[in-house]
C-alpha cells in the first residue's frame, strides 16, 4: 500500500525530471546573485584633494551666511557681493519709534513700528474680540511679536486711564485731626467700556463683557439694580461695587409697539414670545395703542413686568 502511494505521488517522467532540476537550478542561483555582484562592481577611485576642497568651501560657507553660493561648469563658487536670495525674499520694513496707544493703534500705525502683518491680524482680532492692553508689558502677551521687538517698544506704549469718574471724601483721625482723603471710583453703567468695569473689585474681563452685552440687548440701563441682572454676577460682588455705580446718562434705546413686529419684540430680554405675540395680537384686534399704559389690558401683562418694560417701550413716533 506503501509502495503504491509513494510511487503515485514521487514517479516522474524524465521531461518532469528536467523541469524539476531546471527550477531548482534557477532557485540556487537567484539567491547566490546577491554575493556576486561585488565581483562585478569596479572601484571608486576618490581625489583625496577634491573632497578636502570641498571641505573647506563648505566651512567657509557656514561662516559667511550672508553670500550666494552657486555651482557653475567648474565646481561650486561664491559670488564676492553680499546679496539676498531672489527667491522668497521680502525686503525687511524699515522700523520707527513713536508713542502709541495698542488699543487704539491702526493697521498702518503697527506696520510702521516694524510688526508683521500676520501679527497685526492676530492683534486686531484679539481686540475685536474685547481683548484689552492694560499695561505695557501685556504686549509680550501677543503671538508673533519678537522678544526683541516686545522689548524694543515697551518704552513707547502709552495706555490712557479707564474711563472713570472720581470723588474724594475728607474725613478726620481722632489721634490728629487731620484729614484723611479716599478716593472712590463711580463708574457710569450706560457709558463706560470693560476697562472701567475691571476697575471695580470683583470685575474681570469675562464680567465686564457681560455687562456691556447685557446693556447692548437691553437698549440701556434705566437703574442701578438692572446691573445684578447680569448672568453669572454674584450677588455678594454686586453688592460690593453697588456704591460705585451711577446712571448719568438715562438716553435709552426703545421700540415703538405700534409699529414693532414679533420678531422685534422677542429680542428684548425683558420680552418673550408669548408676550410679543399678544401685544401683536392685541393691536391687530383692537387698533393702535394711544399710550404704553394701554398695554395693561394684556392679561399676561402683570404689574412686575409692566414695570420692567415700560422703560423700553414708546406708543408714538
Known amino acids: 500500500m506503501w509502495k503504491h502511494f509513494l510511487s503515485a505521488y514521487f514517479n516522474f517522467s524524465k521531461k518532469e ?138 518704552p513707547y506704549v502709552k495706555i490712557e486711564a479707564p474711563a472713570v469718574i472720581a470723588y474724594t471724601t475728607s474725613t478726620f483721625t481722632p489721634s490728629e485731626k487731620k484729614p484723611f482723603v479716599r478716593k472712590e471710583l463711580l463708574v457710569d453703567i450706560n457709558d463706560a467700556d470693560t476697562t472701567a468695569f475691571i476697575a471695580l473689585p470683583g470685575i474681570g474681563s469675562k464680567l465686564a463683557q457681560r455687562i456691556i452685552n447685557f446693556r447692548t440687548k437691553l437698549g440701556g440701563f434705566y437703574s442701578v439694580d438692572q446691573v445684578k441682572e447680569t448672568f453669572g454676577l454674584p450677588d455678594s460682588t454686586f453688592k460690593k461695587i453697588q456704591k460705585q455705580l451711577i446712571s448719568h446718562n438715562s438716553a435709552i434705546q426703545k421700540i415703538n409697539i405700534n409699529t414693532a413686529t414679533v420678531d422685534d419684540l422677542k429680542v428684548h430680554p425683558y420680552i418673550r414670545y408669548n408676550l410679543a405675540n399678544a401685544i401683536v395680537q392685541y393691536r391687530t384686534q383692537h387698533g393702535t395703542f394711544n399710550a404704553i399704559s394701554d398695554i395693561k389690558k394684556i392679561v399676561l401683562v402683570t404689574d412686575s413686568i409692566y414695570n420692567q418694560v415700560e422703560h423700553y417701550l414708546v406708543s408714538g413716533d
Open 17 to 154: 525530471r528536467t523541469g524539476v532540476i531546471a527550477l531548482l537550478t534557477g532557485i540556487i542561483f537567484l539567491m547566490l546573485l546577491p554575493f556576486l555582484f561585488p565581483l562585478f562592481k569596479t572601484k571608486e577611485i576618490h581625489d583625496k584633494k577634491e573632497f578636502e576642497k570641498e571641505v573647506a568651501l563648505l566651512k567657509s560657507i557656514e561662516t559667511a551666511p550672508a553670500k550666494i553660493y552657486q555651482k557653475d561648469s567648474t565646481g561650486i563658487y561664491a559670488q564676492d557681493y553680499d546679496l539676498p536670495a531672489e527667491n522668497n525674499y521680502k525686503p525687511a520694513r524699515h522700523k520707527e519709534e513713536f508713542y502709541f496707544n495698542p488699543n487704539t493703534l491702526s493697521e498702518a500705525g503697527w506696520q510702521k513700528l516694524g510688526i508683521k502683518d500676520k501679527t497685526i491680524a492676530t492683534i486686531k482680532k484679539y481686540i475685536a474680540k474685547g481683548g484689552k492692553f492694560y499695561k505695557p508689558e501685556d504686549l509680550k502677551k501677543i503671538w508673533g511679536i519678537a522678544p526683541q521687538d516686545a522689548q524694543r517698544l515697551l
